[in-house]
């Protein structure tokens, strides 16, 4: 039967699964796959596996919970191998590479930010600060069949706009980067300028997110500042 993979972490950490069942109906009955260095908590695959409440619920429940005792690689949702000896295969190629990262992780959480801006804010900074873009808007206004300034005032924004989030995000991740150990940039969404995630160890976590809340002051309600976490350190795996 494949065998469904949840983590991986070091042989010797805890793993304190009693009460906790697997994906599946009725949950798979979860186990560990070692090597002497490494070991992969798994079960069972079930045939019709989909992204279910439930499902998804018990993944990050054994996640979090050996999170708890230490560091864990965490892996993506339906992630599959053939059975438990691939797994163990797998385990003893990349030995170095997963005992790297581990140790990488250890005593780390990861904590998203995401940053966003109020629309019209910015474009009353961008139309008060640029006399060419002031200079389109009224001509448009006063000749609206004026297709090609238009196209041209909306280009002139749209770059502008473009050019302030990115460095608006830049200066954020710089501000923030010195209590974290590592960041990692995600693509920017429609409603935010900034996507990041970053490494924070365990023992800095407080600091970090006051932090994030002094920033989020200082920036005034123009400025949402949302940080979600501690997550599973997908980002850094």
Known sequence: ??????????????????????????G????????????AVVSDAPEDLRAKRRDLAAHQAVLETL??????LPMRFGLVGPDDDSVVSVLEESQSGYTERL???DGCLEYNLKAAREEESLLREIIGQSEEIRRLREFTREHPEAQDEKMRLGELVSNEVQARNEAEGKELVER??????????????????LNVSFLVRREKAAAFSQAVDEESQRRGEEYKLTLYGPLPPYSFV
């Open 176 to 193: 923030l980067a010195g209590g974290a150990q590592q960041y990692s940039m995600g693509e920017p969404t429609q409603q935010h300028f």
């Open 103 to 105: 140790s990488e992780l």
């Open 1 to 26: 039967m494949a065998t469904y993979i949840y983590a991986i972490t070091a042989a010797d950490h805890p793993q304190k699964l009693d009460g906790l069942t697997g994906v599946g109906d009725p």
């Open 28 to 39: 798979g009955e979860l186990r560990s796959v070692k090597t002497k260095a490494l070991s």
């Open 67 to 72: 999170m708890a005792d230490g560091a864990t």
